[in-house]
T-cell receptor, first 112, second 117 residues
Framework: KQEVTQIPAALSVPEGENLVLNCSFTDSAIYNLQWFRQDPGKGLTSLLL?????REQTSGRLNASLDKSSGRSTLYIAASQPGDSATYLC???????????FGKGNQVVVIP | GAVVSQHPSRVICKSGTSVKIECRSL??????MFWYRQFPKQSLMLMAT?????????EQGVEKDKFLINHASLTLSTLTVTSAHPEDSSFYIC?????????????FGPGTRLTVL
């Protein structure tokens, strides 16, 4: 059974600092990995999707890396802004399984 | 882009009543939809996979008689929480993969907050 862990569970940073969010998974036989953003009481917004054959994906200030062999992914958010305050969820899709396995999330607060 | 909607966004009900939650894909057809439940500060837990035209597939530990799922059309799946109790209070979210169950990207609805008194 795939287990996904996200560290740290919560963090606060001053505006302008870079954010580094970590995700680890136990089974390296993944199909893809996806990072989502969730605002309080809201649904999920997809940020980046990395296929198993890829090492990283970038979108604006966001960069996600994937090291499948070690079971890790990192989401970098450059020059954080107060609007980046949210919970970031990592989800893994495994081969032969259409389900997504989610971590508990990294709750981020960017202090103006 | 693809949009998935849920209705209602929030519902408060008395213990023992049944609550129906709708999940719609607005601009694409979804033969498969997923229903998740999320408790505060917890990850999303998959409850069941809803399949258009056939029975839903439930995850281990999820009571299918309590959480009734009907995927009546290619754009609508409903989750009915029967005889709801306070422990059923949670945030319910649906998702739909565009292009089929094995498609890469899943689009999530905005969620439904259920509070059972």
């Amino acid at each position: 059974k795939q287990e996904v862990t996200q560290i740290p569970a919560a963090l606060s940073v001053p505006e302008g600092e870079n954010l580094v969010l970590n995700c680890s998974f136990t089974d390296s036989a993944i199909y893809n990995l996806q990072w989502f953003r969730q605002d309080p009481g809201k649904g999920l917004t997809s940020l980046l999707l990395i296929q198993s054959s890829q090492r990283e994906q970038t979108s604006g200030r966001l960069n996600a890396s994937l090291d499948k062999s070690s079971g890790r992914s990192t989401l970098y958010i450059a020059a954080s802004q107060p609007g980046d305050s949210a919970t970031y969820l990592c989800a893994v899709k495994s081969y032969g399984n259409n389900r997504l396995a989610f971590g508990k999330g990294n709750q981020v607060v960017v202090i103006p | 882009g693809a949009v998935v909607s849920q209705h209602p966004s929030r519902v408060i009900c008395k213990s023992g009543t049944s609550v129906k939650i709708e999940c719609r894909s607005l601009d694409f057809q979804a033969t498969t939809m997923f229903w998740y439940r999320q408790f505060p500060k917890q990850s999303l837990m998959l409850m069941a996979t809803s399949n258009e035209g056939s029975k839903a597939t439930y995850e281990q530990g999820v009571e299918k008689d309590k959480f009734l799922i009907n995927h009546a059309s290619l754009t609508l799946s409903t989750l009915t929480v029967t005889s709801a109790h306070p422990e059923d209070s949670s945030f319910y979210i649906c998702s739909a993969p565009r292009g089929g169950a094995s498609t890469d990207t899943q689009y999530f609805g905005p969620g439904t907050r259920l509070t059972v008194l």
